[in-house]
Each structure stands twice: as C-alpha cells, then as structure tokens.
C-alpha cells in the first residue's frame, strides 16, 4: 500500500460544513448523464479541465465512499459546476 500527502478540495455542505459522502448522494451515472446533455443543450457544458475530467466526475460520484475531493489545481469554474451539478441532483 502506498502512503502519499497531498493537497485537494472537499466538497461539503454549506449548510452543515460536512464533508459531501458520494455513496449517500443518491446520483447514479444515468442521472449524471442526462443532467449533462441538458446543460449541453442550454449552452452550458461542463467546462474542459486537464485536472479533472467528465469520466472522473461521474466515477467519483458514483463509485467512491468516504469524503468527495477534487484535485488542488481543479479550475474554479469546473469545481463551480460540479458543486451546481450536486446541489440539482440531490
């Protein structure tokens, strides 16, 4: 097992200031997907983000358990996204 320190972001509640659990989000990939082509249609796509992709997003999301992080050098308007994707899902 490899041990490394590093530098992210959580994404947390604003409300409560605890930390968001993807496992207990209740967002599957279908509802990611479909969530996305809207925002597409509207003219607002996910932003492209060398630190943190589409596929990233949705594994995150709905494969992962403990606290959600986002890289350190994540965009702003990326990480923004994501926290507006959350806050309509759940």
Do not use: N
Request: charged content about 30%; some cysteine; hydrophobic content about 35%.
């Amino acid at each position: 097992m490899g041990i490394r320190v590093g530098v992210f972001k959580i994404v947390y509640s604003s409300t409560t200031m605890e930390a968001m659990d993807p496992q207990y989000l209740g967002i599957t990939k279908d509802k990611i997907e479909e969530y996305l082509k809207k925002c597409e249609a509207a003219g607002r796509p996910m932003p492209e983000d060398p630190a943190y992709s589409r596929e990233d997003m949705i594994g995150d999301i709905t494969g992962s358990s403990g606290f959600y992080s986002l890289p350190d050098d994540i965009r702003d308007d990326t990480a923004d996204f994501i926290a507006t994707l959350i806050g309509d899902l759940i």
